[in-house]
């Protein structure tokens, strides 16, 4: 005999002389397996109740109409959970439990409609919320609420009909040359923090100004700074295969963040003295043994190194004692290494790759605007092509790969 498909359950009259329907089906929301039982007087009045039934599961209905904007954020949370980084969930669930619950929650889902969803996103606005953080408020509800579509929870998505306030794009603060020299000398100076002989403290510092010479080499996200290991350093280039996340080791942000950085020999050369100093304190004080597996920007007792840690016990008091723009974050450096390169001539296609970018676009995107004389530059090219004559010494190289 064929086996029945949840849904199409079994007829049968009990002991009582009532019918009974009873069947298997899969909750919508919770993906749990749930028995669904329907009696009657008769047949007939069966029949009836069970289409009825089973158009409400079609619809899914059944689920939703007791379930609200608070129950499927929750739901949404336990099932997205497995499939995304550690970092990613957590700021799904700050902005569900800070945003979205408090103004929207007691909703019922199947009734949540466009205008109160707008009004939500308007008055975060209005409260002072930056418009970034409201669009990645609105780009996280809408993510939600796809797959309650996608679990048939409700028909459309009612933030598809929203629009997020305007956002202003604004270049990213990078350091010219001199500045860069000034922090790198005031960073391995370091004295903007108290005179000591700790061996641990000042064993961090000289890890700190290491990775800060590291970082404006090379381009690298914090996280992946920090979960290096000797071996990712091979030949002169800088393999990038891990990155921090929360407390723990995961790999990279994107598949294109995967890449090898060939780095320059003066940061070599300071990750050569930092690799003897780092042995040196090891041997001196045995709180770890150095291997290949071991981590390039290890803390005084060997772990991790946490990024709100170097931020505030170095970090913020070196930008102030250096004169840095106010503004100016650790992940300015990538925007800080790309410009320098961009205008000292090297192909937009190599500096793509050495961030780690998907494309020559988002680099552009990023970047462009940042990159100062090279307009000017194509101006006296295009003189040269019209008049003639050969091309200035001066000018630039290109920046974009030929068609």
Sequence with gaps: MKRRRNGEGSYYRGLDGIYVFSCRYTDAVTGEPKRKTITAATRDKL?????????????????????????WCRQFLVNVKPSVKEKTYKNYEGIIRKHIIPAIGKIRLDKLTPAQVQNMINNLHASGLAPVSVATVRRALSICLNQAVAFRLISIN??????????????????????IIRLLETAEVCDFLPQTDDDSRLYLRKCYYTALCLAIDSGC??????????RDLTDGRLYISRALEGSKIGTPKTANSYRAITLSRSVLAILKEWHDYQAAYCDKWGFWSM???????????????????????WWKPLLKAAGMPVGFH???????????????????????ERLGHSNVSVTLSKYAGLIHGIEEQAAVVMDDVIRGTEPADNYLPATQDSD
């Design 47 to 71: 029949d009836t109740k069970v289409v009825e039934w089973q158009e409400k599961v079609k619809m899914r209905n059944m689920q939703s109409e007791h379930v609200t904007v608070d129950d």
């Design 158 to 179: 009612p933030v598809n009909a929203t629009k997020a306030p305007r956002i202003e794009k604004k270049l990213p603060i990078v350091l010219n040359q001199e500045q």
């Design 330 to 352: 650790w992940h300015n450096l990538r925007a800080t290494m790309a410009t320098q390169l961009l205008q000292g001539g090297v192909p937009v296609k190599a500096v793509s």
């Design 291 to 313: 291997t290949g597996d071991s981590l390039i920007f290890a803390n005084s007792w060997g772990n991790l190194v946490y990024p709100q840690n170097l931020s505030k016990r």
């Design 221 to 230: 996200r914090i996280g992946e700074l920090l979960a290096l290991r000797w």
